[in-house]
Each structure stands twice: as structure tokens, then as C-alpha cells.
């Protein structure tokens, strides 16, 4: 397992924009598939973007595609995600993940480490 550590949330206004980066230690980090998720009060979690080891393909939910961009900068052991167009609905706890291979998952058991998270707060 990776140990990942979220930062970057905060509170916005609809329309605006916010970047969350996430630190992963450990020594196998641009062999991982990346993701980030969200989960809203009384909401199941759901999957926002993931970014492939390796070549980095991006994948993203069907709500976030077109204002979210995830990047990976394997230098540094962090992955990114950049929030644009903001809505209250992407009002959520926001959390990094890692698998233990290359290949990207939509789905949360795929994935077998967990940051702690980060609240996003868009107000109307």
C-alpha cells in the first residue's frame, strides 16, 4: 500500500475553480493507476477521474467531463486534480486512491489505498 495525503479543498463559488493535489509515498507510484472520488452527505461514492501508471490515460465520470482534469506528475509523487466550471452538486469529501497495478478502475473496491479526504464546499 501507498500512504496519500489530500490537500486543497476549501469553499467556492459556483463557477469557480479549485486545484486538489494528492502525496503518495512509497516507491512504486508511477507504476499505479490513480483516482479520485467524491462522496456527498447521504450519497454513495462516486467516482470522478482515474489517470493509467505508466502511459497516464485519463478517464473521467460523465458528470465532471469537460470542467475536471486529472494529471499525475510522477517526479513528485502526486496526482492532481483541477476543478473548473464548479457547481453546488460537486459540493462533496473528495478522495485520492491508488491500485497496486496500471490499470484504471470506475470502481471503489478496485482501488486498495485511501486518502483521508478533502471537503469541497460550492456555494450557490
Known amino acids: 500500500q501507498v500512504q496519500l495525503v489530500e490537500s486543497g479543498g476549501g469553499l467556492v463559488q459556483t463557477g469557480g475553480s479549485l486545484v486538489l493535489s494528492c502525496a503518495a509515498s512509497g516507491r512504486t507510484f508511477s507504476s499505479r493507476a490513480l483516482g479520485w472520488f467524491r462522496q456527498a452527505p447521504g450519497k454513495e461514492r462516486e467516482f470522478v477521474a482515474a489517470?493509467?501508471?505508466?502511459?497516464?490515460?485519463?478517464y473521467y465520470g460523465d458528470s465532471v467531463k469537460g470542467r475536471f482534469t486529472i494529471s499525475r506528475d510522477n517526479a513528485k509523487n502526486t496526482v492532481y486534480l483541477q476543478m473548473g466550471s464548479l457547481k453546488p452538486e460537486d459540493t462533496a469529501v473528495y478522495y485520492c486512491?491508488?491500485?497496486?497495478?496500471?490499470?484504471?478502475?470506475?470502481?471503489?473496491?478496485?482501488?486498495?489505498?485511501w486518502g483521508q479526504g478533502t471537503q469541497v464546499t460550492v456555494s450557490s
Open positions: 486512491a491508488a491500485r497496486t497495478i496500471r490499470f484504471v478502475s470506475r470502481r471503489n473496491d478496485d482501488y486498495n489505498s
Open positions: 489517470v493509467s501508471g505508466s502511459a497516464g490515460s485519463t
